[in-house]
């Protein structure tokens, strides 16, 4: 499996320009699309997450969680799939119930598959995994859409608060796959993540009948494209040598 260069919309990437197939030849070469929503609480390393998959790089600070939808084409066994993965704002717990808005609620109906996300270094956000899963279920009632669990922020031992065996002892008994990463430090752990989620979907709608295939459409935020993610990555190493130059 390997990411191809260029990130940018589905939109742009659809066939239909000079030198294209005849309709019914271009509907047949069209990559299958596989839509990830990424859903956890706040500060957890959703986006971090997202933006290390789909770009290598690690990028530590950013912008408030806006919900951006991130496109891309990957190559899956041997065939090309149009990849969505849509982030998504943190989830909070209000007097022990949880609180979803509507637009998330779109989301996690919308996606084929989800990855739910929490931090080592925050034991609240590892309450959140039974409510979440729960809640996804709820949602895609009679549909098994797969869902993965990571435990973010692997490196920061040093003042976790949730137990790595803790997170796997629950993915376990949500029959869930558990993945610990460092999305700052490790790269292949979120690509095996991903890789997963887009395997188990490719695999369901190979089985599944076109009505079950078709496409769902939510109102789409903006979608950073490549230019975006790369003024974010060197206004990072921008602050970084300044810190140095300072010191």
Request: proline share 5%; glycine share 6%; with cysteine.
């Amino acid at each position: 499996m390997r990411l191809t260069q260029s990130m940018c919309t589905i939109a742009e990437c659809a066939p239909g320009g000079e030198g294209c197939p005849p309709a019914a030849a271009a509907a047949a070469a069209r990559p299958r699309l596989v839509k990830i929503a990424v859903v956890g609480g706040s500060g957890v390393g959703k986006t971090a997450l997202v933006v290390r998959f789909l770009t290598r790089r690690f990028i530590g600070d950013y912008e408030r969680n806006a919900g951006n939808l991130y496109s891309r084409h990957i190559q899956i066994d041997g065939e090309m799939l149009a990849i969505q993965v849509q982030d998504t704002p943190g989830v909070q717990i209000h007097e022990h119930s949880l609180h979803c808005n509507e637009q998330l609620n779109r989301c996690i109906r919308w996606a084929d598959a989800l990855v739910i996300v929490f931090s080592i270094t925050d034991y609240k956000s590892y309450e959140l995994l039974s409510h979440l899963y729960h809640h996804v279920r709820q949602l895609h009632p009679g549909n098994a859409v797969p869902v993965v669990i990571v435990a973010n922020k692997a490196d920061l031992l040093h003042i976790k608060e949730v137990e790595p065996q803790h997170g796997l002892q629950l993915a376990n008994m949500l029959g869930c796959t558990f993945y610990e990463v460092s999305v700052s430090e490790n790269y292949n752990d979120v690509f095996n993540a991903f890789h997963l989620l887009c395997k188990e979907v490719s695999k369901q709608q190979t089985t599944s009948t076109p009505e079950r295939r078709r496409t769902s459409l939510i109102p789409r935020p903006k979608s950073p494209n490549m230019q975006d993610l790369k003024r974010r990555f060197k206004q990072a190493l921008s602050a970084k040598v300044r810190t140095v130059t300072s010191v």
